[in-house]
């Protein structure tokens, strides 16, 4: 079984100032990540995602999230937050092994972020 | 592109009658999914399709719900008859490969 946790259903950040989104995640083989963000009355737009290598992926609009195997941790990153930012934010999981063919994405419950001006 | 298209965008519908919902996936996409998104169960996969034919839909509540893809550039989801708790917003999402998926802006379903 696959699993994600996002921790946080809200997070605030002054803008200008460095935002997290934590999401941490289970699976039994190893894991395929993603984040995506969702704008109000919108669907959800892929920002990155991890499959293998480097632990640091850089994706859209700044963002960036850091792999972490041993802490089973996915958090979204960026230096500098920016008011249209303001979104929610949903991390997701596949097991790289879970089966041929088989795409099913596990999404967390969601994040709101929140940059204040 | 126009990205993912769904239809209707809002529907609203008393309790019993059958609903269909559209969606046109990009073209050249592989990959069809359709979600679920309400604020109790967060978003949840229904069923999903590579090259048309379904692969998995153990998602799907209950006999009430059932998917087609007739052709690669369309697909339904139909609930009938449909049921208050079946409110929610529904997404279709398409993908090349699988893994990275587009979402379309979604149908919201209001069953009273």
């Known amino acids: 079984a696959q699993s994600v946790a996002q921790p946080e259903d809200q997070v605030n950040v002054a803008e200008g100032n460095p935002l997290t989104v934590k999401c941490t995640y289970s699976?039994?083989?190893?894991?395929?990540l993603f984040w995506y963000v969702q704008y109000p009355n919108r669907g959800l737009q892929f920002l990155l995602k991890?499959?293998?290598?480097?632990?640091l992926v850089k994706g859209s609009y700044g963002f960036e999230a850091e792999f972490n195997k041993s802490q089973t941790s996915f958090h979204l990153k960026k230096p500098s937050a920016l008011v249209s930012d303001s979104a929610l934010y949903f991390c997701a999981v596949r097991d790289r092994y879970s089966g041929a063919g088989s795409y099913q994405l596990t999404f967390g419950k969601g994040t709101k972020l929140s940059v204040i001006p | 592109d126009a990205g993912v298209i769904q239809s209707p965008r809002h529907e609203v519908t008393e309790m019993g009658q059958e609903v269909t919902l559209r969606c046109k996936p990009i073209s050249g996409h592989d990959y069809l999914f359709w979600y679920r998104q309400t604020m109790m169960r967060g978003l949840e996969l229904l069923i999903y399709?590579?090259?048309?034919?379904?692969?998995?839909d153990s998602g799907m509540p209950e006999d009430r719900f059932s998917a087609k893809m007739p052709n690669a550039s369309f697909s339904t989801l139909k609930i009938q008859p449909s049921e208050p708790r079946d409110s929610a917003v529904y997404f279709c999402?398409?993908?090349?490969?699988?893994?990275?998926?587009?979402f379309g802006p979604g149908t919201r379903l209001t069953v009273t």
């Open positions: 399709f590579n090259n048309n034919v379904p692969i998995d």
């Open positions: 699976v039994s083989g190893n894991p395929y």
């Open positions: 991890y499959i293998t290598g480097d632990n």
């Open positions: 999402a398409s993908s090349p490969k699988g893994d990275e998926q587009y």
